[in-house]
């Protein structure tokens, strides 16, 4: 007999992309227990649902529940992204996903190149160099072959991908219902059960993916505010015509930013700023005809896992828009949760190491974000300006403290973000080490230079040997079906 | 202040952790400008730690260029698969602790997880039956990992057994061809700048060695870290008691095997270390629980050949320097820290902390944004790999010795308690970030010690167990049948 049995219900709330995945993660991991899902109307602000990505780690969590990236790219829900465009200064730069080419010459790529290289870091990138092209194919293994250095993330379609989900939910066997009200019934520091519409619900699990309104949270839940670091707490959100592209492109405005993000047959269509430093009516004049306003509130859960309550998405942590990073990080808390696997009877040392984890994830997820505004903030602007005086969270004041003085980042935990990628958007947003790195200092001149500009070479000239990205698509969704 | 960059670095004192550093630098710090400069002196001997080490040890000699087979020609070098430990849990167990992995995850789950829910049944046997590494240590044989994932050498890890003196004669022949010189000379006085750096240190015919950065492997001395910058000394020995060693060569014996052996006695333990002209030997004990005569004597009589030298006697106190570098003052080795050799750390703790000064290596300013950095990683290095150590002494079950019932009630630092703690209850292993030792080897010294959870992972359940039960099955038939075609070693 095993003591520490498994669960034998669980009660997932929330119909986004993040519930969805979590009920259809539990019901596989644990078939012999009942999970059910309640569907309350859809919180506008839940972005890790709304504006949903998947990255590396994501794919492999997706893969193991039973859901496929060739499945959801036939169903039309997910398109590639490769990199992402920021006109973010005095010059544009292009991150690609991944690592990049970590090392050349023995030394490390990017330290190499602050010592002896010329042109822009982003040229020496593969992934950045398919996202500027628009072109993308899945990466290799070939070690002597530079797509084994480029990565991708998917972008799932938000309704397209909630619908396949559903679906892929009630094969499974989760009971989906729709639900007009739904609250908790707290008592001594657990849930004991869900009102839902007058009914009431038990289960030995709840998972709160509700979005920011966190429908399940009590009057204790505590909260850390990132208002402060991540400053966006608007974002007009419309549509526009277009062909798929792998590339995401940011734009700095003098109020925040816009963005353009590509899916299969639109363009999804971001305009970003402070209420206190634009109305909005001057953000619309930036943005297409007819938008949504959705208002964000940057924060996260002390403990996100509380008694037999489990909050996921943006009812744990709310990231805003930038990167669509909410969906990843879900789906890493959700990777944490399985791996600790709740069961019965567990005591609080469980729970407290998966808010250890989780929140360690979180805080590097907000670190990453906060780069974008505090790093080196933009010279215009009074949203800009007023970013110059504030002070970063300590993950990113460590990183750009240490990145900074010789290009190094410190080693991570729970680490979200690919180190390639840090260095990358750092170096973009013109963090430069004081300090060269003595192992790249040992490089000959002369061999560092030709090793730089060969690799230089190869970049360049992938992306016209590969298809672009609209046919590459729709030739994986006809040869999926 | 200057952000020039260093110039000079002076390495005090030669010996393992000297070398390493005056190697690894030659290596890779050489600018065409940069001097490496170690001051070594005949007439002071070394300690020689660490005749056995761990994995990353490989990594480092091939980023130095050098080739094994050298290797271990010049050092008497074996291979090692991991330590056998003889009677820690009641005085008359034994367990492996094997570098490498226990068996395969599957679908994503440990796989001590599906061991812990089968381990019962017919035909599935003992957890050392799935380390590859633990498997051909059993029957003396050795082979190289192999890349291909399917294969089950896939699963197997080594390190070395070496003559730490020879290594360190290897590695001064690789610094001094790279361009490091070498000064024969004692130290007898230490010349400290306005900002209380170290600037020179004057050898005993008066001579004044000047540097920018000054490396410190003098030795339990501490000559520059502890004597000169006054940097306080954490004292870990309530936790870790052990303070002598005793050492004694004996002959070679056949066959020869690849591990490393640590038999507990009354008031330590015993190291059996092969090398290929000798076998080395040690009882590690602690002086307040027995003298050094009959701690000899214990060790005299647990060998398994005749001694071929003289017995050599060692003090130290586990524990380690509250900062590791200060000032201009970076202390590799001894001089920055000791922690009993049970898990062969010693050496992989010069390597850790050469690593981490080259990858935050600083100008001449000096400033605390690397030196901090540096303390806080080094600290937790320490702190890890002691927290590893004390779990041999905190799980046992003996209690015939006042020795070991002091370890077996000591309170525990909180790390190492929550960690036991969660194994027993769920059988996870906590991992930190950066920790040395990754959770097979947590695995195997857990329930070597006999801390044996209560469960196993609910989602074990899900599988179907005749599969994993057929997985199983097959994967140690193929670690047996591996280790019969692999080649005994010597």
Known sequence: MNRRAGLDRIVVVGGGITGLCAAIAFRRALPRTAVSLIAPPADPAALADRLPAVDQRGLALLARIGIGEEALVAAGAATHRVGQTFAWGDAAFTIGEGDGVAMLAGTALHQLWHAHGDGAFDDVVPGAALAKAERFVHPDDRPDSLLSHVDYALRLDPDRASSWLRHTAERAGIVVSPAARVSPEWRDGRCAALVVDGTRVEADLFIDASGPRALLASDRTAWIDWSATLPIDRLL??????????????????????????????????????????????????????????????????????????????????????????????????????????????????????????????????????????????????????????????????????????GSLPPIEEAMVPRGLWQQTLIGLGVRPQIADPVAGSVSAVSAVAALSQLRRAVAALPATLPRYPDYLAGMMKAVA | MSGEPIESVVIVGGGTAGWMAAAAAARFLDDGRRTITVIESEAIGTVGVGEATIPPIRGFNARLGIDEADFLRATGGTPKLGIEFVGWTDGKDRYFHPFGTHG???????????????????????????????????????????????????????????????????????????????????????????????????????????????????????????????????????????????????????????????????????????????????????????????????????????????????????????????????????????LEPLESTSIHLIQAGISKLFGLFPDRRFTDV???????????????????????????????????????????????????????????????????????????????????????????????????????????AANAAMAQQMPRVG
């Open chain 2, 370 to 476: 690397e030196r901090d950095e540096y303390n806080r990683l080094m600290r937790d290095q320490y702190a890890a790999i002691r927290d590893f150590i004390i779990l041999h002494y905190a799980a046992t079950r003996r209690d015939d010795t006042p020795f070991w019932n002091h370890v077996r009630t000591m309170p525990l630092p909180d790390t190492l308690r929550r960690k036991i703690a969660l194994f027993r209850e769920k059988g996870r292993i906590f991992r930190y970030d950066d920790e040395l030792f990754a959770i097979p080897s947590w695995v195997a010294v857990m329930l070597g010690q006999g801390i044996v959870p209560d469960g196993y992972d609910p989602v074990v359940d899900a599988l179907d167990e005749d599969r994993i039960t057929g997985a199983l099955h097959q994967m140690r």
């Open chain 2, 104 to 338: 395969r995850d599957i679908e994503g789950l440990n796989f001590h997880q599906l061991w812990l829910k089968l381990r019962g049944r017919e035909g599935i046997g003992p957890i050392d039956d799935y380390a590859m590494s633990a498997v051909a240590a059993r029957h003396g044989r050795f082979a190289h990992p192999s890349p291909d994932p399917r294969s089950p050498l896939s699963g197997l890890e080594y390190a070395y057994h070496f003559d730490a003196s020879l290594y360190a004669a290897l590695l001064r022949r690789h610094a001094e061809t790279q361009g490091a010189v070498r000064i024969e000379g004692r130290i007898v006085g230490v010349e400290r700048d306005a900002r209380g750096h170290v600037a020179a240190v004057r050898l005993d015919d008066d001579r004044r060695i000047a540097g920018d950065l000054f490396i410190d492997c003098s030795g339990f001395r501490s000559l520059l870290l502890g004597e000169t910058m006054g940097v306080g000394f954490d004292d870990w020995s309530h936790w870790l008691p052990c303070d002598r060693a005793i050492a004694v060569p004996t002959a070679r014996t056949e066959p020869l095997l690849p591990y490393t052996r640590s038999t507990a006695h009354r008031a330590g333990w015993q190291w059996r270390i092969p090398l290929q002209h000798r076998t080395g030997n040690g009882h590690v004990y602690a002086s307040a629980f027995v003298d050094d005569d009959e701690a000899e004597r214990v060790l005299m009589a647990h060998l398994d050949a005749a001694p071929s030298g003289e017995p050599r006697r060692l003090s130290f106190k586990a524990g380690c320097r509250t900062r590791l570098w200060e000032g201009n003052v970076v202390a590799l080795g001894l001089a920055g820290g000791f």
């Open chain 1, 237 to 406: 959100l419309g549509t526009v015509p277009s062909a798929p592209s792998p590339c995401d492109r940011y734009d700095a405005t003098d109020d925040g930013w816009t963005a353009r993000w590509p899916l299969l047959d639109r363009t999804l269509v971001g305009t970003a700023f402070a209420a206190d430093a634009a109305s909005d009516a001057r953000a619309k004049r930036l943005a297409p005809a007819r938008t949504e306003r959705i208002d964000i509130r940057p924060r996260r859960q002390v403990a996100p896992f509380a008694g037999n309550v489990l909050a996921l998405g943006d009812a744990a942590a709310a990231v805003g828009p930038l990167g669509w990073l909410g969906l990843p990080l879900a789906l890493a808390q959700l990777d944490i949760a399985l791996h600790l696997m709740p069961a019965r009877g567990d005591g609080p040392l469980l729970a407290s190491e998966y808010n250890r984890r989780a929140t360690l994830a979180a805080d590097h997820i907000h670190a990453y974000a906060a780069a974008f505004y505090l790093a080196k903030p933009l010279r215009r602007g009074a949203f800009w300006r007023s970013m110059r005086d504030r002070t970063a969270p300590p993950e990113l004041a460590s990183a750009l403290v240490q990145f900074g003085r010789r």
